[in-house]
């Protein structure tokens, strides 16, 4: 029996916008989604969609998810540092915005967030990444579907 890859969703800081369209692809697709986070999440009645509350503290839920995740799993999330470990375990992950994490070009985002990183901690540059548009949602229910469409065929 083949196992079925599952979406497992970083929920904590993830748009609602974004967890509505993994809610309708969980059920259109009938793919496994696990929304974990370290407070409650508020989920629709499906049987293809759970959520999973831990402790909180610093990496709690990250290092659940890549302890539960399985090689082929997909992991939405903008935190790179737990995308690396998700590619570094053999799954993918996928931002809110869009793009996709694999082994060809996670070590390249990863020197790049570091990078900024440093930056702000030195005062250099304040701020966190722009607000969420639409031309990004678009970008990340593309990139979904185009997903989940090649797991199936």
Avoid at 42 to 62: E, K, L, N
Avoid at 115 to 137: N, Q, W, Y
Wanted: hydrophobic share 40%; net charge positive; glycine share 8%.
């Amino acid at each position: 029996m083949v196992k079925k890859m599952r979406i497992w969703v970083d929920a904590d800081a993830c748009p609602n916008i974004i967890k509505d369209i993994l809610f309708r692809a969980a059920n259109r697709t009938h793919t496994p989604t696990v929304f974990v986070a370290n407070q409650p999440i508020c989920i629709p009645p499906s049987s293809y969609i759970t959520s999973m509350q831990v402790s909180a503290g610093f990496d709690v839920a990250d290092n659940h998810i890549i302890n539960k995740m399985e090689p082929g799993d997909l992991v939405i999330t903008a935190d790179i540092p737990l995308a690396d470990g998700v590619v570094t375990k053999g799954g993918i992950a996928l931002n809110p915005r869009g793009e996709l994490y694999t082994a060809r070009n996670i070590k390249q985002s990863l020197s790049i967030r570091n990078f900024h990183d440093g930056l702000r901690s030195s005062g250099v540059i304040t701020g966190g990444p722009a607000k969420l548009g639409k031309k990004e949602i678009q970008a990340f229910a593309n990139c979904l579907d185009q997903f989940l469409n090649r797991k199936r065929t």
